[in-house]
């Protein structure tokens, strides 16, 4: 851990107050508990444990398909990468090897959850700055997508779709069109928040050296995902060990040297392009077969004995499953690895000290920390 | 220290005020109603006429909310146990799984999703005979 710890003696002039848990800095409920001097922050510590739910130790006791509806509840903005994680483990798991029509499915329904989560994420960085144009237009545009997910998987925010074997449905007619067409639009409106948010001076001026992240530290720390890449450390899961079809997909990693809060937007309004840019490839390319694949005795099959640790690159960051199948039709162990984890804690604590208490909202949104993947 | 103002960052912004004079994107409800989804997850059905009573919507329930129930009305002749599902939308996570397991496919989930009633005993819902 770098300069401040937990433990840091504050002066006996600082007041303390509670920063949450319900604040627009974090989508989920967390507290931070802030000694300030002033305006200035002295001392910060995280308290998490407002959205425990133990969903490690439900899954334990569910079966493995009935365990597949929890999943996607440890993550509200994004719950797509829970899903894949879990089905990609039990595949691993039990040896199932799913169809191109379904990998293709997969790549599509996670890169539509990554761009819905960094329009969220942008409305969250405009709400947490005050900013009242971005908010509405970036929530409004993120209904879009889920119009899409709503056709397709029949849930519109949990979509419980990502299913061991393959996916739960096959795509509705004329979803590709629309998806296409909703590209299209979301494509062309993307240069509108440039010149509203992202090159907005008074937005600069906000975001602009502050949260600044030490670069030596990221990969120590475990940092991941567009706050690493806003280290110029151009580190992404779907490059580094791709799962899927992103091996054969065409895709850019955006970094920044910033170390910034604004660095962190830019690398997320980059990514936006990429993730447009994946799924036109998917649409061009979305091959023709099975959806989903036999499972031996379905709603009761069972792992062999093993381990495995699988990763997704959520739009926060890696996000890792380690599940252990002991013989039965439940798994003996299921650990979730969220990237809040690190940033909520590791990273959060240090660098709110010295930062302004008006920023503090801003600095948690710009690192995306989402509590319930915490607390799993 | 020096600050240069940075013009078209300051001015740019106000180019979102042509937003102004668009049309709105939301419904004007309740003049105009949302177009129902296909497959959406919404409010259970069950066609009695199909329905055979064997609780395997209520073994696969991973909440526990549904109750097998003594029907009322005509049922599905093959019907032995004469129950049918009642669900606890108090519990129900609409995940779907019933309808998955159910082997005539008469449970299914419609796009109904709004419920108003006083009386909150009703949540324990029986579905609708479709
Ligand atoms: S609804 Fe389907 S699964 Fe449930 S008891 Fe009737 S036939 Fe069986
Ligand atoms: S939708 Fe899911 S939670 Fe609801 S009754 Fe069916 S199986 Fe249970």
Known sequence: ?376 | MAWTPDVKGLIQPFTALKSSVEQPYTLNYPVEKRQDVTGYRGFHVNSLALCVGCGNCQEICMNEAIDMVEATGEINPKNASGLVPRIDYGRCCWCGLCTDVCGPDSLRMEGDYTYVSADADSFLYMPKDR
């Not at chain 1, 006791?61 to 879990?86: G, S």
């Open chain 1, 1 to 376: 851990m770098s300069k401040a710890t937990r433990h840091t003696d504050t002066p006996a002039t600082s007041i303390k107050i509670f920063h949450g848990p319900q604040h627009p800095g974090v989508t989920g409920n967390m507290s931070m508990e802030l000694d300030l001097d002033g305006e200035t922050i002295v001392k910060a510590v995280t308290h998490v444990g407002y959205l425990h739910r133990g969903f490690e130790k439900l899954v334990e006791r569910r079966t493995l398909i009935q365990a597949f509806t929890i999943v996607c509840r440890i993550c509200v903005p994004e719950p797509d990468p829970n899903e894949e994680n879990f089905a990609r483990g039990i595949e691993e798991l039990a040896g199932l090897e799913i169809s191109e029509r379904a990998k293709f499915i997969r790549v599509m329904v996670l890169e539509l959850a990554r761009l819905q989560a960094h329009y969220l994420w942008l409305a969250g960085q405009g709400g947490s700055i005050g900013h009242e144009v971005v908010p509405q237009w970036a929530v409004g545009e993120r209904d879009f997508i889920l119009d899409l997910f709503e056709a397709l998987s029949g849930g519109r925010v949990y979509h419980m779709y990502i299913y061991p074997g393959g996916v739960k449905r096959d795509l509705p007619e004329g979803l590709l069109e629309r998806l296409s067409d909703l590209l299209d639009r979301l494509e062309q409106r993307l240069p509108e928040y440039d010149r509203v948010f992202f090159d907005n001076a008074a937005v600069r001026k906000r975001l602009q050296n502050v949260g600044v992240v030490d670069a030596d530290e990221a990969i120590v720390n475990g940092y991941c995902g567009p706050v690493l890449r806003g280290c110029g450390i151009a580190r992404d899961v779907r490059r580094d060990a791709p799962y899927l079809v992103y091996d054969q997909l065409e895709f850019d990693i955006p970094t920044e040297t910033g170390c910034d809060a604004y660095a962190r937007a830019l690398v997320r309004r980059a990514e936006m392009y990429q993730s447009i840019r994946i799924l036109r490839q998917v649409i061009a390319r979305m091959p023709p077969g099975e959806f989903q694949c036999k499972l031996p005795r379905h709603h009761k099959f069972r792992l062999p004995k093993a381990e495995t640790y699988v990763q997704t690159e959520s739009a926060r960051g890696a996000f890792g499953y380690f599940m252990a199948g002991d013989g039965t039709e439940y798994l003996r162990r299921l650990q979730v690895r969220g990237p809040s984890i690190v940033h909520g804690f590791t990273l959060l604590e240090p660098l709110l000290v010295g930062a302004q208490l008006s920023d503090v909202a801003l600095i948690m949104n710009s690192l995306g920390i989402c509590p319930p993947e915490i607390e799993r």
